[in-house]
């Protein structure tokens, strides 16, 4: 299929399934949401509209083996140029996938963006520092952004990225694809209509072993080590399972066993939420082993997602017995519904305020690990 071809959107072979799996992800906001998406589906799909334009910024593993091909499923957008140092890299992406070599912009001709009627998304992938000064830059340029997690490196500068996109008019959405997983939408379920009581006692993990030498453990690019690249999914989920923000938080980090490789950054942390009305979470993140889950308990029960952060392969367990969940494409979903989300004007579910929210968290877990594991609360917006 040619992704710059509007007329693909009347061949597409599962078009059923998918506003189905997009509804159920959308439906995941509540309200009116999962009915606004099928019917600018509908729309979309009975050929009236063009899809909405989007441009990746950062062709870097994320873009390349995941969002790139996500953009081949999406009904409401599709890949429509990039942003990148290397115009050599532009080209072959241009022939790839379809769109004019003069949607190729580099990082310094980013407000060259403004008024080009095939962008009207940019998808900030670059490492976590650059955010801000990213994310700034394509509001300034007029086009609604979705930046990657985290947010930034820190509270003050997501209120700087929010800041910038109110006064520009444009939406700004963070790239929290497990918002739109079915797994993890029925961990909101179950915390909403508690049929396992109160989820009071959660606990998870996200770790990977982390070998090579890269921006991830550059401290000025990455923010942190393991807990702003993945502990954060383990902050989401707990989140979603508590349906509130932790009040507080204690935390320490691990002696190192790679010294030499995390100097500037944490190898592993582990860390406790306080949430309200005595819900607590108990959680860990490391770059020097693989794990990868989320549980939670309540009085009645419990359920346990493991694996819980992947693209793929999410399992759920219960008290009950197993569930059995068909996968959806996560980012195909996410990034369908913010463009719903600027077509019908309503708001994103994964808003840069859920951004900064988590970034408030991540600040309280590093002042508290700093400080030998005193209890710190977590600072409200
Ligand atoms: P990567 O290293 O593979 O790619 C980073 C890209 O940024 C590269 O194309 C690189 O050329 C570009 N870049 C621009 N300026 C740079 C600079 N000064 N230094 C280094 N690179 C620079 O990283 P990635 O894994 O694609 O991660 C990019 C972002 O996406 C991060 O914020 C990360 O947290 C996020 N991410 C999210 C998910 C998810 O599931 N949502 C998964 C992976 C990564």
């Given at each position: 299929?040619n ?22 992800g959308?439906?995941?906001v ?16 009975q ?23 996500a ?23 241009s ?15 980013i ?13 900030v992938?670059?490492?976590?520092g650059?955010?801000p ?5 394509v509001?300034?340029a007029g ?31 963070i790239g929290?694809r ?5 797994h993890?939408i ?20 996200h770790?990977?072993?982390?070998t090579?030498r890269?921006w991830?453990i550059?401290?000025s690019?990455s ?23 932790p ?22 942390i582990?860390?406790?939420m306080e ?13 020097a082993r693989?794990?990868?889950f989320?549980?939670?308990?309540g ?9 819980a952060?992947?693209?793929?392969g ?28 600027i ?7 994964v ?11 991540i ?10 594991g ?5 600072a409200?917006?």
């Amino acid at each position: 299929m040619n992704p710059a071809d509007p007329g693909a959107l009347r061949s597409h072979p599962s078009r059923r399934d998918f506003v189905r799996a997009v509804a159920l992800g959308a439906a995941c906001v509540g309200g009116g949401a999962a009915g606004a998406l099928a019917a600018e589906l509908a729309e979309a799909t009975q050929g009236g509209r063009r899809k909405l334009g989007i441009a990746l910024m950062g062709l870097g593993l994320y873009s390349r083996g995941e969002l790139a091909p996500a953009l081949q499923k999406t009904q409401l957008c599709r890949l429509a140029g990039v942003v990148t140092g290397s115009r050599e890299k532009g080209v072959k992406w241009s022939q790839k996938y379809g769109f004019p070599e003069a949607n190729i912009w580099d990082y310094s001709a980013i407000h060259q963006l403004a008024g080009n009627p095939d962008i009207d998304i940019v998808y900030v992938v670059t490492p976590n520092g650059l955010h801000p000064e990213h994310v700034i830059r394509v509001a300034e340029a007029g086009k609604h952004v979705i930046c990657e997690k985290p947010m930034a490196n820190s509270v003050a500068d997501c209120d700087k990225m929010m800041a910038a996109c109110r006064k520009a008019g444009v939406k700004l959405s963070i790239g929290y694809r497990l918002q739109f997983d079915p797994h993890h939408i029925e961990l909101d379920r179950l915390a909403r209509e508690k049929d396992f009581g109160t989820l009071d006692r959660l606990s998870g993990e996200h770790s990977w072993t982390f070998t090579q030498r890269a921006w991830r453990i550059e401290k000025s690019l990455s923010g942190g080590g393991p807990l702003m690249d993945v502990g954060i999914y383990v902050i989401q989920a707990a989140c979603r399972a508590a349906r509130a923000q932790p009040v507080a938080v204690t935390a320490r980090e691990l002696p190192k066993t790679r010294p030499e490789l995390f100097n500037e950054v944490e190898e592993t942390i582990e860390w406790r939420m306080e949430f309200p009305a005595g819900v607590v979470c108990d959680a860990s993140s490391s770059y020097a082993r693989n794990n990868n889950f989320f549980r939670a308990e309540g009085a009645r029960g419990w359920i346990r997602i493991d694996p819980a952060y992947g693209y793929r392969g999410i399992e759920v367990d219960t008290s009950r017995g197993p569930l059995a969940i068909t996968p959806v494409p996560q980012q195909a979903l996410q990034m369908d519904d913010f463009a719903s989300c600027i077509l019908t004007g309503r708001e994103t579910p994964v808003p840069g305020s859920m951004g900064r929210d988590h970034m408030a968290i991540i600040e309280a877990i590093y002042a508290s690990a700093a400080q030998g594991g005193r209890r710190v609360e977590v600072a409200r917006a």
